[in-house]
């Protein structure tokens, strides 16, 4: 098993493995939620920046969200499957890069995955924004800590960019230090 975990690419099949088993198996989801049809049919367009420009970015997401799902559950539920993989990944990079440990790193993320108040996240399309706006916040925080480890600028960059746009997204990131 040790060999197993010590394979770089084994983690991340798991992560997509315990996601895909916790929250998208079986196929429950018949239709879209009411959150995801209220905000298509209520949709204002290119008005949404006049009327909630506070959060810029997410107003783009749902336009491009809006464009390749329509209200087709299916694609919607893909989309929540894809962004959560790729949000339990960043984390598990993160928590990979402080413990500098696989096995306790593995430990924690399906801990992460199964964590039930975040189920939240699964209902559906709609709360996407919050899976982008939380990746980015944990790039950010991914990136400082490698500034930090490695004094490289570019790294300070990054992690810049990525809290910005996160603040652009969710202004949740204003309580991140």
């Given at each position: 098993m040790n060999n197993l975990i010590q394979n770089n690419k084994f983690p991340y099949f798991f992560i997509i493995f315990v996601n895909f088993i916790s929250?998208?198996?079986p196929f429950i989801r018949f239709s879209v939620s009411p959150d995801d049809y209220s905000f298509y049919y209520l949709d204002k367009g290119l008005l949404n920046f006049v009327y909630e420009h506070?959060?810029?970015?997410?107003?783009?997401?749902?336009?491009?969200?809006?464009?390749?799902?329509?209200?087709?559950?299916?694609?919607?539920?893909?989309?929540?499957?894809?962004?959560t993989t790729l949000l339990n990944i960043i984390?598990?990079?993160?928590?990979?890069?402080?413990?500098?440990?696989?096995?306790?790193?593995?430990?924690?993320?399906?801990?992460?995955?199964?964590f039930i108040a975040k189920t939240e996240l699964y209902v559906g399309p709609v709360y996407s924004f919050i899976?982008?706006?939380?990746?980015?916040?944990?790039?950010?925080?991914?990136?400082?800590?490698?500034f930090i480890s490695s004094g490289k600028n570019f790294n300070f960059f990054l992690s810049f960019i990525f809290?910005?746009?996160?603040?652009?997204?969710?202004?949740?990131?204003?309580?991140?230090?």
């Amino acid at each position: 098993m040790n060999n197993l975990i010590q394979n770089n690419k084994f983690p991340y099949f798991f992560i997509i493995f315990v996601n895909f088993i916790s929250h998208f198996f079986p196929f429950i989801r018949f239709s879209v939620s009411p959150d995801d049809y209220s905000f298509y049919y209520l949709d204002k367009g290119l008005l949404n920046f006049v009327y909630e420009h506070h959060r810029p970015l997410q107003y783009i997401w749902y336009e491009f969200q809006n464009y390749i799902i329509d209200l087709d559950p299916l694609k919607g539920l893909l989309l929540v499957f894809f962004l959560t993989t790729l949000l339990n990944i960043i984390v598990y990079n993160l928590i990979n890069l402080i413990t500098k440990d696989q096995k306790i790193s593995l430990i924690i993320i399906i801990i992460y995955i199964l964590f039930i108040a975040k189920t939240e996240l699964y209902v559906g399309p709609v709360y996407s924004f919050i899976i982008i706006s939380a990746s980015l916040y944990f790039l950010s925080i991914n990136y400082f800590l490698k500034f930090i480890s490695s004094g490289k600028n570019f790294n300070f960059f990054l992690s810049f960019i990525f809290y910005f746009l996160g603040i652009l997204t969710y202004e949740i990131g204003f309580f991140i230090p």
